[in-house]
């Protein structure tokens, strides 16, 4: 089966110092792939690499066997590659139902002349964002704080906030950039709910950065670590656990 993102053998380098080198890696569609290493191993590299914010030195980065290594991180966003951002890229001064419906590309609204000329078909457009929106986020569980400015939302409503724009576009692949960081645990466990849900229930695919191993655990199947820039194994989360290298990459030596 063609895997649903397929990196080839890329590299990358910032002056000397090579930071990513011949990573190979492949998402299966439907799975929700854990991506993990020791700080330094180049994850947010490889990351930005696949979602476009990067351009790799040589390799290939495919999405679902099309060749989008060239492609600007929009045209990505446009093919149903999304991500999500370690730190929340919200609107602060809308509320946190139009930063929903600001996410749909192509917009009757947005086009001047359509607005002018054809304002039914802006009002029935504006009102199916609406509606769509209105159903995110309440399957997100922000459906209270629906009209409260972006800006004033807790840091974990803010995640589940990124989470819930993914499901405003028709998204292949998601990839979801240490989701956890700075998230309460209440909070934590429903934003992991949510990711479970869409992956089981819409089928979603995810690629996940995660430095919270318990998050890593329960959601992700296969695991992939990262070394120096390479992929040191990849497997299950026990046999990740218990691999001496994988050890001597976090710890330096054997777990006590």
């Known amino acids: 089966m063609t895997p649903i993102i397929d990196v080839q053998q890329v590299n990358k380098a910032f002056g000397g110092l090579r930071v990513i080198n011949d990573g190979s890696i492949q998402v299966t569609k439907g799975s929700i792939t854990g991506m993990i290493g020791p700080n330094g191993a180049g994850k947010s590299t490889l990351f930005n690499l696949i979602a476009g914010a990067l351009t790799p030195d040589s390799g290939r980065v495919l999405l679902d066997g099309e060749d989008i290594t060239a492609l600007s991180a929009n045209a990505r966003f446009h093919k149903g590659l999304l991500r999500t951002f370690q730190i929340a890229h919200e609107f602060s001064h809308m509320s946190a139902l139009e930063n929903l419906m600001m996410v749909p590309s192509h917009q009757p609204g947005e086009n001047l002349f359509t607005t002018w000329f054809k304002p039914r078909l802006v009002r029935e457009h504006d009102a199916k964002v609406r509606r769509r929106a209105l159903e995110v986020i309440d399957f997100i569980g922000l459906y209270h704080v629906r ?110």
């Open 147 to 256: 009209n409260e400015l972006a800006g004033n939302l807790s840091g974990g409503q803010k995640k589940l906030l990124e989470l819930g724009r993914t499901m405003m576009t028709d998204a292949k692949v998601v990839l979801l950039d240490e989701i956890a960081a700075g998230v309460n645990r209440t909070l934590l466990g429903d934003l992991i709910g949510n990711i479970e849900r869409l992956n089981q229930e819409m089928g979603y695919t995810f690629l996940v950065i995660e430095h919270d191993m318990d998050m890593i655990a329960r959601l992700c199947d296969p695991v992939i670590v990262l070394a120096q820039g390479s992929v040191m194994m990849e497997g299950n989360i026990d046999d990740v656990q218990n691999n001496p290298e994988v050890i001597e990459a976090y710890f330096g030596g054997s777990a006590a």
